[in-house]
């Protein structure tokens, strides 16, 4: 692995079902972020987390759960998905809180139906 | 994080430099500029940061008017490649890294 990256790439999903996001990192970066991006309205932070074991809410965290066991992985959960859920999601992680550079996954693009 | 304020399209030859500007007209002395693109079905790319000096990497230069109230990012030589959404933001060093991405500027390279 090299840098970040994201499963799936994409995915389609019946509204109700449950669903998770995964984010991996190798470069030992402290601090993990999800985003989404919906059309018109730019980026929106979901969740972040500044180092294993911790998280906290973005401006967008309704509907939406994440974990940090480990510094590596970041997994993003939908409990039960819903069609405004519809979106690309980037998965970012920095080497400390507060860092100057945000490194980006490829995404993930859901429709939830 | 102060408010930011970029054209929503711009285009450009290509080979001739890219100048994007940028409005910040309520930044904070402690906020730093940071600039960042997205290429089409790619994730945001980080390009270059500053706070008031001008800044130049091997991607872009950076210049910050005296008074701070606005930024220009400078491709000199843009390529069909930079075709992106270019995006202004401003933030402090010590606000949880979260980065508030606004509509940004379409920059489109026309051969």
């Known amino acids: 692995i090299a840098g970040i990256t994201q499963a799936p790439t994409s995915q389609i999903l019946a509204a109700g079902r449950r669903m998770t996001l995964r984010c991996t990192q190798d470069?030992?970066?402290?601090?993990m972020y999800w985003y989404r991006q919906d059309l018109g309205l730019g980026l929106r932070l979901i969740h972040y987390?500044?180092?294993?074991?911790?998280?906290g809410k973005g401006e967008v965290p309704d509907g939406y759960s994440v974990s940090r066991a480990n510094t590596d992985d970041f997994p993003l959960t939908l409990a039960s998905a819903v069609p405004s859920q519809t979106s690309v999601y980037f998965c970012?992680?920095?080497?400390?809180?507060?860092?100057?550079?945000?490194?980006f996954g490829p995404g993930t693009r859901l429709t939830v139906l | 994080d102060a408010k930011t304020t970029q054209p929503p399209s711009m285009d450009c030859a290509e080979g001739r430099a890219a100048n994007l500007p940028c409005n910040h007209s309520?930044?904070?002395?402690?906020?730093?500029v940071y600039w960042y693109r997205q290429i089409h079905s790619q994730g945001p790319q980080y390009i270059i940061h500053?706070?008031?000096n001008n800044e130049t990497n091997e991607m872009a230069s950076l210049i910050i008017t005296e008074d701070r109230k606005s930024s220009t990012l400078i491709l000199p030589h843009a390529t069909l490649r930079d075709t992106a959404v270019y995006y202004c933001?401003?933030?402090?060093?010590?606000?949880?890294?979260?980065?508030?991405f606004g509509q940004g500027t379409e920059l489109s390279v026309k051969p």
């Open positions: 933001i401003v933030r402090t060093s010590n606000q949880g890294g979260k980065l508030i």
């Open positions: 500053g706070l008031k």
């Open positions: 470069m030992r970066h402290n601090a």
């Open positions: 309520t930044i904070s002395g402690n906020e730093y």
């Open positions: 970012a992680s920095s080497l400390e809180r507060g860092d100057n550079e945000q490194f």
């Open positions: 987390s500044n180092t294993a074991g911790t998280t």
